[in-house]
């Protein structure tokens, strides 16, 4: 039984955990609130649209139905709430994770959002082109199509996305060893080598990473091999075109 449930004193609160209460249904408007946890609350079906609140955890809560828009909020967790239909344009939004949400449809174009955790949204088909995004992780999504040209991007996974064929100007995305889980796994339209589209974008992304490293490790253990003297050949003219 969490603090509400116990009737106890809310004001002044800035820290609400209600975290897995099996009898909450509903949260009161608590003024100067902060930071909410009501992950795991079975019974819970709405959230208030309170002033000031920064951050909500309200993942698995399987009756809630609408997130408010507030203003002001930076950080929302929503997944695993199978009744969702739709997130709201948070302006202020800068972390955002609904996994699991069956239901929805669409992710609102937030122009300062930096992180977006959408995997296993089934009727999910477009991903916003938002340019402060440097973190996007969306496999599983059936139903998802393209990836826009993000340039700030800096980490995508979207594997297991069966229909996904197009990935914008790839290229351009800084490689580093964090980057990218390789993520085209079971995407198997986007490995299709009969796509022009692969080669023009997956192309610079295998050359500008992957490739700088098989290619040292073929100089260094073939170059000068004698027994295989045609590897001096295939590194010389067709490795680098």
Do not use: V
Not at 9 to 33: A, H, M, Q, S, V
Not at 199 to 210: E, G, Q, R, T, V
Request: hydrophobic share 30%; aromatic share 12%.
């Amino acid at each position: 039984m969490c603090i509400i449930c116990r009737n106890e004193n809310l004001k002044g609160l800035e820290k609400l955990d209600c975290n897995g209460c099996p009898f909450l249904t509903t949260i009161p408007y608590i003024e100067g609130l902060k930071e909410l946890y009501c992950n795991g609350c079975l019974l819970l079906t709405e959230i208030p649209n309170i002033k000031g609140l920064k951050k909500i955890n309200c993942s698995y809560c399987p009756l809630l139905t609408i997130i408010p828009n507030i203003e002001g909020l930076k950080y929302l967790n929503c997944s695993n709430c199978p009744l969702l239909t739709t997130i709201p344009h948070i302006e202020e939004l800068e972390y955002l994770r609904c996994y699991h949400c069956p239901l929805l449809t669409n992710i609102p174009h937030i122009e300062g959002l930096k992180y977006l955790l959408c995997d296993n949204c089934l009727l999910l088909t477009t991903i916003p082109n938002i340019k402060e995004l440097s973190e996007l992780y969306c496999w599983n999504c059936p139903l998802l199509t393209t990836i826009p040209n993000i340039r700030g991007l800096q980490r995508l996974d979207c594997k297991n996305c069966p229909l996904l064929m197009y990935i914008a100007s790839i290229g351009y995305i800084r490689y580093n060893g964090d980057l990218l889980k390789l993520p085209f796994k079971d995407c198997k339209y986007l490995t299709s080598k009969k796509m022009d589209k692969l080669y023009n974008n997956i192309y610079y992304l295998w050359k500008s990473y992957k490739l700088k490293k098989y290619a040292l490790y073929l100089e260094k253990e073939y170059y000068s091999n004698p027994r295989l003297p045609y590897m001096k050949y295939y590194i010389e003219n067709e490795l680098y075109d």
